[in-house]
């Protein structure tokens, strides 16, 4: 069965912290992204990669940065923790040019900025 | 700028009934649409998929409906069962971008027994 699989379910950090947030995906898909999900807001894109050490940002890349040194991984990387980044983060992958059956998503890292 | 919206934020129905959870989208040059359904705790997962050339299409007790005149998607669901309690989104991808999907806000369905 093929998955997308996200490192933590839940994290709590401090304000200032480094995060790290890991996804590892085993489709050989070439694209990536990581999306936040808020209330009301539904899923923003921060962050996608279209190929190894390839990155673009989204909507609402400010305060993030992501590192994809593999193709099957892609992290997401918040140089210093605010509590405006409490959220519940999501990686997708999928395949190009066509993407059939859209996005694979995996399971989500609820993130608490305390 | 472009945006994929829902009419409904919430809907509630009834088990047996049949649910239509709706969206409209204003890019004309999406090409490509996709529902995806979240429940709680879990991330979105594929439901169907339309193209635009294409103005329905249909799977198990699900049909997604296309009408780009007015630029509208709807995902009927055929006897709604508790375990479609969910929050449902639409997602487009347009033309230039064959990989970057614009998702909707979402509709939470609720199903009664």
């Known amino acids: 069965d093929v998955k997308v699989t996200q490192s933590s379910r839940y994290l709590v950090k401090r304000t200032g912290e480094k995060v790290f947030l890991e996804c590892v995906q085993d489709?050989?898909?070439?694209?990536m992204f990581w999306y936040r999900q808020d209330p009301g807001l539904g899923l923003r894109l921060i962050y996608f990669?279209?190929?190894?050490?390839?990155?673009e940002k989204g909507d609402i890349p400010e305060g993030y940065s992501v590192s994809r040194e593999k193709k099957e991984r892609f992290s997401l990387i918040l140089e210093s923790a605010s509590t405006n980044q409490t959220s519940m983060y999501l990686c997708?992958?999928?395949?190009?040019?066509?993407?059939?059956?859209?996005?694979?998503f995996g399971s989500g890292t609820r993130l608490t900025v305390v | 700028g472009e945006s994929v919206g829902l009419h409904l934020p919430t809907l509630s129905v009834q088990e047996g009934d049949n649910s239509i959870i709706n969206c409209a989208y204003s890019?004309?040059?999406?090409?490509?649409f996709i529902w995806y359904k979240q429940e709680s705790g879990k991330g979105p997962q594929f439901i169907i998929d339309?193209?635009?050339?294409?103005d329905k299409r249909q799977g198990q007790r699900v049909t997604v409906l296309l009408n780009k005149t007015v630029k509208h998607l709807s995902l009927q669901i055929a006897a709604t069962q508790p375990g479609d309690s969910a929050v449902y989104f639409c997602?487009?991808?347009?033309?230039?971008?064959?990989?970057?999907?614009?998702f909707g806000k979402g509709t939470l369905l609720t199903v009664n027994p």
């Open positions: 997708a992958s999928s395949l190009i040019p066509q993407t059939n059956y859209g996005y694979t």
């Open positions: 489709m050989d898909h070439e694209n």
């Open positions: 990669s279209y190929d190894v050490k390839m990155k």
């Open positions: 890019n004309s040059a999406s090409d490509y």
């Open positions: 339309i193209r635009s050339n294409m």
């Open positions: 997602a487009e991808i347009s033309g230039g971008s064959n990989y970057k999907l614009t």
